[in-house]
């Protein structure tokens, strides 16, 4: 069973930082695509960022230029660094493994962390 657990929330100012940590039991990124979700209040929960097995990014238009999503797979742990931060960046952010073979995908979540950007 993967577990995840993240580290690194907390209140900021508008336009501060800061940086999310995802650390993973076991040694997964050879084969998990790990991602950065988040929900806001009444909100669904949206991708915010993904990097792949192969290292491969992606993100969110909302945080293209602001967020950068990588990892250290000698400490299995996914980062998630938030520069200009918004407002509308308030959530909780939630880490995600995805495993994905030609039959099924499998999911893990972490018990997600508290984002808050002051005006």
């Known amino acids: 069973q993967v577990q995840l657990v993240e580290s690194g929330g907390g209140l900021v100012q508008f336009g501060g930082s800061l940086r999310l940590s995802c650390a993973a039991s076991?040694?997964?990124?050879?084969?998990?695509?790990m991602n950065w979700y988040r929900q806001a209040p009444g909100k669904q929960r949206e991708l915010v960022a993904g990097i792949g097995s192969d290292g491969v990014t992606t993100y969110a238009d909302s945080v293209k230029g602001r967020f950068t999503i990588s990892k250290d797979a000698a400490k299995n742990t996914v980062y998630l660094q938030m520069n200009m931060m918004k407002p509308e960046d308030t959530a909780v952010y939630y880490c995600n493994a995805r495993l994905s073979t030609p039959t099924t995908v499998l999911n893990h979540w972490g018990q997600g962390t508290q984002v808050t950007v002051s005006s």
């Open positions: 076991g040694t997964i990124f050879s084969t998990y695509a």
